[in-house]
């Protein structure tokens, strides 16, 4: 009797455990007695098909869900195919195991375009999914919450790119994680190789026009580093401009129309409003542009044999300048003795299939007066 | 005296230090310069275990391999299998000079510090100092920081050679050929046996896929023949480097040429690119040269009379590199086809734009000889009939007739007088003078273009349409590229449509 009643309890705590966990409560009354009448007995039996019954549902439950479910394995995404429609209310109470995986790209994919899709599953008891990307293995680029991903649902996307700072050429590890209602996580990881072209880079150049041939140091930071600079940049350039721009690196003695750098620029934002303009019109935009920015003949002519042969690929250009306040954050740039007036030229472009409409720009009219210092430049699209 | 022995301990450090920093050269400033995806080492190494690695049956002295980095892995499984067969002590590296930095034509770096994850490639110092004393190269150290044809290599040769000493030299677009030869043969003097060449060029740029695939004939089949006469007229980035690694692979008698790939950075694409940049990969063996029969024509539609700008035919048209101006050297016409650097004009053999009328002209490119004549549909047939099969007795081993018809519509007796014509020995037959493009068609085994539509019109015609036909011709025959124009106003342009 007394192994009965050990083996009663142990299965009404079992038919317990089974109800609390699929949400339901039942009131089964006090069983401190261990000696058992044949009513008691014929209800244990009861119960115990009951759970037999129970089990056995639970069972074929979990295969099924095991079916659809792989455990990510962080280091080499398993592709499931994704619930092709999520469900957007979450369970109250969840039964299966929590996961994260990633459908698409395959781990160590190489990529020559952008933007990179990447897309993942979840499991239904996930309330939000988040990104980290880093470049290089190393560099952070991006820690994002997945906007789009509402708690339930159990497929996600997101989209890497160069121009949303979330892609860098080479190496870009993605680091998905999934926050689970009970309040876990599990990530998963992928690294996946950017192929760029290759050294074809912008042009920022700054010449520096003072009144009477003077000693000048200028130096410019861009936020995320110099990349190549002509002279070399090193701490600074100490050099001696004349009033039309000769500029002496006073390092190795050479004399240069201007200082030229190149870099990356960290958040870099692209103005909606700008100009929209053809593609045959692009060299006169500039030449109207740029006159009235405050660029001179020699500059804008600089500017265009650079900047003009590149808009060749599409019907039409969106182009917008970047404010002076904002090119100053991207790239501080230190100069001494302080010019008089400080024009700073940035633009950014992108390729239209068709003339769209956007807000125009309104830009402020360039003043040189007294020593100036000019510079211009543009985002550059491998 | 203890604080005096300590001094002069303290003192001779120091003028051990001072000498060790002579010795070492400190009073130069190396130049550090970073390979593209610096730093990565996950992409270094993902690019460096790319294979199967190229399978080479012989080992090379010299070989071209582009230095544009969508083809990283490519490059990657060249240089490894490279390794397979060779080690060698120098390496030779020529580029162009991509920025024309200095005013040099021939530049060398003797302080330059390229910095790859495997470590700092080491420079053969001693044989850039002679080549700099001896008055081939000038040391332009400042050259070298942006030139990625240079530094988008030194992480392969720092993963495959690793103890090769490197001889970096750049090459202005105006290095003319003479100055190539004497490169060459300094170089054939003063490199040690043990030695590889590379000349670091891209092919043909900024043109879609198939003008670009039309270019890269001419240019392998160049350098194949080692045709120095035209290697001037390629459509690539510096010729100046080809004409110095086959002077100097000619010299040395590594003079068989094999091609083990050719990319596009279109096959990296999605979708159609307007601007491409293709690229051979080319090795030079020990043996003779393997000549191959080639030539390739660009061949044009109707030229309004008017509008012509004088503009007839061209063996071998060359970019001016001075002429910046967005006005064609040749004919204000060409302004939209040109494209950069007038690369579309450039990579062909002849550009038929107009012939001598009743004429015929014989040339010579790569051992094939090509017959070039015009006729008029009111000339008489048997007197065209004659010189043409004359020609095929004077030795062409190809007939290109420009036929101007009579009409601006094709008639069925247009096609059975030009029919006879091609059986007289014709074999690529390009009509002038009807308004519209036809189809291209084969007679036997000669081509027929009827009418290519039309190329220049008066500027008074809003619009129209024609053809560009690229023709090569090789041992094997006769293969076609059609090229799709539009022209406004007078203007051709070579039509692509965007996605």
Known sequence: MKKNSILSLFVLGLLTTVLVFNGCSIDFGSTSDDTKTTAEQEKIDQLSKQVADLQASLEEQKKASEAKIVIPDTTAPVVVAPDPQPTTTPPSVYSGNSFITMTSPENQASFHEEPINFQGAVSANTVKVGVKASNSGSTQVDDYILQNYKAGNTTFKYGAKVEWNNLKEGSNTYVFT???????????????????GGAEMGKPVIYLYPEKTTEVFVNVKPTNGITVSDPALNDGWNVVATPNSEITN?????????????????????????FVVAKEDVSTFFDAKLSYLGLNEKEI??????WVPKFDAKPYYFITFIDHKSIDAYAPLTVSPAPDSVIRVFFDYRGLDSKVSVTEQVLNKGTRNGFSLIEWGGRLYR | MAMMKAFRLMLGSCLFVCVLLLISGCGNSSVQIKSMYDGDTLMWEHIFASSPEVNFKNAPLGVIMPHHMIVAPEIAKFYKGLSK???PDVIVIISPNHYQNGDENIQTCQNCLYKTIDGELLLDKDLIDKM??????VAKDETFIKEHGISNHAPFIKRFFPN????PIVLKWETSQEETVVLSKWLQNNLPKNSLVIASVDFSHYLPLEEANFHDISSYTTIKNFDYDNIYDLEIDSPPSISTITHLMEDFGYMYVQRFNHTNNQDYRSTPQVSTTSHQFIAFTNGQKQIEKSATILSFGNIATESSGGLGFYDNYRWNINSKNQKSEVSPYLR????????????????????PQNNCTMKDQNNLKISFCKFDQKDKINEQIKTIKKQKLDGANYV?????????KLSNADKNAVKKIINSGVDIFIGRGIKDSLPIEKIGTSIVAYSLGDFITLPTVQYSEGNILGIALSKNGIKTFLFPITIEKGYPKIFFETK
């Open chain 1, 178 to 196: 999934a926050y689970f209602q009970d309040g876990s996580t599990k990530s998963v990881s992928l690294t996946i190789y950017y192929y760029v």
């Open chain 1, 250 to 274: 006073l390092a190795d003695g050479k004399t240069y129309p201007y200082l030229f750098w190149e870099g990356f620029a960290d958040n870099f934002k692209t103005p909606e409003e700008g």
């Open chain 1, 301 to 306: 002519a600089d500017f265009k044999e650079y």
């Open chain 2, 85 to 87: 067969v060779i080690d």
């Open chain 2, 132 to 137: 700099i004393k001896d008055g081939l190269a």
């Open chain 2, 164 to 167: 090769a000493k490197v001889v």
């Open chain 2, 336 to 355: 939209d086809i040109r494209g950069d650097e007038d690369r579309f004009l450039v990579g062909a053999d002849y550009l038929v734009f107009d012939l």
């Open chain 2, 400 to 408: 290109y007739l420009l036929y101007k018809f009579d009409d601006s």
